[in-house]
């Protein structure tokens, strides 16, 4: 099975600070996104990535930016966090791009900023 | 602008009976759809998928339709488990355009909830 481990269940952070948010997969997947999950929003995409050191816009970049120097690992990092930045930070990867290539996700990590 | 729509934000059903998940879509350039489920505290995980050269796609208890025509597609869970009770999530992505294809449009979710 595919793992999709993120290194935080839970953060608390105040405004302004620097916050950096670890995603590891241990498939060898191509591909790894960063989402953010709210209520009566659903699931928006924030960066992706398709190789090592590549990224790309999602729908909501503002405010974030991103890190993939190896393969397995992908960092989302908040520059300087705002209270509306309060959300679930849910991790993907996947193998390809096409049919037969779910993403699959991390249990997430629920980044509260004060 | 969004272009995956679930527009029942919760439904409930009884246990044994069918649970039947909506999905409208406004792209046509999408070609692939898929069906997440979440529990609270955990990740999305996929449970089925369909692409647009099918119509029908059926997995144990799950079975996906696609109607083109109506830009719709549905999720049907028969019969319905409490283990069913979660958030249903419908994504769709243009494989086949040269776009963007690494991205996954998802709707906002529909609360599943099966009574025992």
């Known amino acids: 099975d595919v793992k999709v481990t993120q290194s935080s269940r839970y953060l608390v952070k105040r405004t302004g600070e620097k916050v950096f948010l670890e995603c590891v997969q241990d498939m060898d997947h191509e591909n790894m996104f960063w989402y953010r999950q709210d209520p009566g929003l659903g699931l928006r995409l924030i960066y992706f990535?398709?190789?090592?050191?590549?990224?790309e816009k999602g729908d909501i970049p503002e405010g974030y930016s991103v890190s993939r120097e190896k393969k397995e690992r992908f960092s989302l990092i908040l520059e300087s966090a705002s209270t509306n930045q309060t959300s679930m930070y849910l991790c993907?990867?996947?193998?390809?791009?096409?049919?037969?290539?779910?993403?699959?996700f991390g249990n997430g990590t629920r980044l509260t900023v004060t | 602008d969004q272009q995956v729509k679930q527009n029942s934000p919760s439904l409930s059903v009884q246990e044994g009976r069918i649970s039947i998940l909506n999905c409208d879509y406004t792209n046509s350039m999408f070609d692939y759809f898929l069906w997440y489920k979440k529990y609270p505290a955990e990740g999305p995980t996929f449970l089925i998928s369909i692409s647009s050269i099918k119509d029908k796609n059926e997995d144990g208890r799950f079975t996906v339709f696609l109607n083109k025509s109506a830009k719709h597609l549905s999720l049907h869970i028969v019969p319905s488990q409490p283990g069913d009770s979660a958030v249903y999530f419908c994504?769709?992505?243009?494989?086949?355009?040269?776009?963007?294809?690494?991205?996954?449009?998802f709707g906002k979710g529909t609360l599943l909830t099966v009574n025992p």
């Open positions: 994504a769709a992505s243009a494989v086949r355009s040269g776009g963007s294809n690494y991205k996954l449009t």
């Open positions: 993907a990867s996947s193998l390809g791009v096409g049919y037969n290539s779910p993403l699959h």
């Open positions: 990535s398709y190789d090592v050191k590549m990224k």
